[in-house]
């Protein structure tokens, strides 16, 4: 998490210090403003994670992406502490003489910063950073699917995985869903009764089942009640499968009678 805050591993000693400097300015001279910088922020900043922290040793609900709203309160902070910094300087007797030399300090740690973070920056930008690849998922369905095509996502939040780049998606027919997303005002639609299944899968040659790597298929369906997707697929026979990082597509064919 303090890496991740910090943009590296090798820039937390300089963001603690700006924040020190901040909170040490303003506790020093005492502003006369209803709230400080430090009020406002340094709450903002440590008690979300605090507190996801503290619950996780109960019942596991910390995910660092929960917290990323943190995040401008520690650019407040940093951008106080150069601030604060500048202020010191300035009232030496350096900073007095020459006025742009307050703000040398700072520019040189601000500059210091940019180089530090301009590596890890674009390195999460790279498509090999993402634990998942959507638009090669998405080529593979359109280098192999056939008119006719249906798709089972398993479970139903793998839908997500059709949102990214969609085009190929669409010329599947979706069996298990009901109502789309839009329709539902939902993330991922509202699946069909299991009553309805095998009418929707009559005359169905071939089916993709979409799933995450991570998940053992049988046991995610029945877990979610939604076994009875898996015995839709028994009759038929696994053809091809690709597993592009966090997703796997499976590919079904109906058996030869």
Sequence with gaps: MLSDFAGTK??????????ACCVLAEAC????QAFTVTEVAL?????????????????????????????PALALLCAAGLASLARLVAAASGGRRVPWLAW?????????????????????RLTSARPDNLRAVS????????????????PSEARVVSMGYPAAFRRLRDIALARSPVASATLTGVQVPAAALPGRFAGVRRTWLVSWRDEKVARRARATGRADLLTLLSGMRLIRQ????????????????
């Design 10 to 19: 090798a820039a937390i000693p300089l963001v603690a210090a700006l924040v």
């Design 43 to 71: 709450p903002w900043l440590t008690l979300p994670p605090l507190i996801l922290l503290a619950v996780s040793l109960v019942h596991p609900a910390y995910v660092e992406r929960y917290i990323v709203f943190c995040l």
């Design 104 to 124: 040398a300090p700072s520019a040189v740690l601000a500059a210091a910063m940019a180089v530090l973070l301009a590596g890890p920056q674009q390195s999460i």
């Design 29 to 32: 001279r005492r502003p006369r």
């Design 139 to 154: 080529a593979i369905v359109a280098a192999n699917d056939r008119p006719g095509d249906a798709v089972i996502y398993l």
């Design 242 to 257: 690709w597993t592009v990082r966090s997703v796997v597509l499976r590919l079904y064919e109906a058996r030869p009678r």
